[in-house]
Antibody, heavy 123, light 110 residues
């Protein structure tokens, strides 16, 4: 059974870099045809897509992040990482990792999600 | 960027039918996915590719998509259906592509 688990600091200072990892179990990231993505949700608000990455290195990002975000894959540890730099209070959110669409169909949906991790940006 | 518009809230009595709309420019030409999110939980897809139902989703959930509006229909609404619902599309353009979510609709079961 596929499981995703987000981890990382729950508190980040303004202007610093937010770093999160998503550990996968039940699937090898290198054998998967799927994209792996990050979605966030500010408290009391809606979902915001951050981006997706395939183990081949192909990525798509939300242009509204203005190049602050970087996704990467660590095949040795079977995990996906997110780095978001120059954070502000507006980046406070629950961050979810999720299995995205297959690499041959980016129009697809996100079918497996982690439980999410709350990151607060505050001094 | 592409915008998806949902009503903030919809109310329905148990046993009735609820319709949640998702408006977007020529959304009928895109594939629309619908997610249900209960309080404190991660979203779950309830309808994919406009009208498909993933395994394990009750037949009460259905979808349609045409013109500028996609609709999620929940028949014979149950109390457990009370949740936030989000539509999602992949917007592909010449210079970039991205996932877009609607703003979400809170379904209240009276």
């Amino acid at each position: 059974q596929l499981q995703l688990q987000e981890s990382g600091p729950g508190l980040v200072k303004p202007s610093e870099t937010l770093s999160l990892t998503c550990s996968l179990s039940g699937v090898s990231i290198t054998s998967s045809t799927y994209y792996w993505g990050w979605i966030r949700q500010p408290p009391g608000k809606g979902l915001e897509w951050i981006g997706i990455i395939h183990h081949s290195g192909n990525t798509y990002y939300n242009p509204s992040l203005k190049s602050r975000g970087t996704l990467s894959v660590d095949t040795s540890k079977n995990r996906v990482s997110l780095k978001l730099n120059s954070v502000t209070a507006a980046d406070t959110a629950v961050y979810y990792c999720a299995r995205g669409p297959p690499n041959y169909d980016t129009y697809g949906y996100y079918d497996f999600w982690g439980q999410g991790t709350l990151v607060t940006v505050s001094s | 960027s592409y915008v998806l518009t949902q009503p903030p809230s919809v109310s329905v009595a148990p046993g009735e039918t609820a319709g949640i709309t998702c408006g977007g420019d020529n959304i009928g030409s895109k594939s629309v996915h619908w997610y249900q999110q209960k309080l404190g939980q991660a979203p779950v897809v309830v309808v994919s590719y406009d009208s498909d139902r993933p395994s394990g989703i009750p037949e009460r959930f259905s979808g349609s998509n045409s013109g500028n509006t996609a609709t999620l229909t929940i028949s014979r609404v149950e109390v457990e259906d009370e949740a936030d619902y989000y539509c999602q599309v992949w917007d592909s353009r010449s210079d970039h592509s991205e996932v877009v979510f609607g703003g979400g609709t809170k379904l209240t079961v009276l």
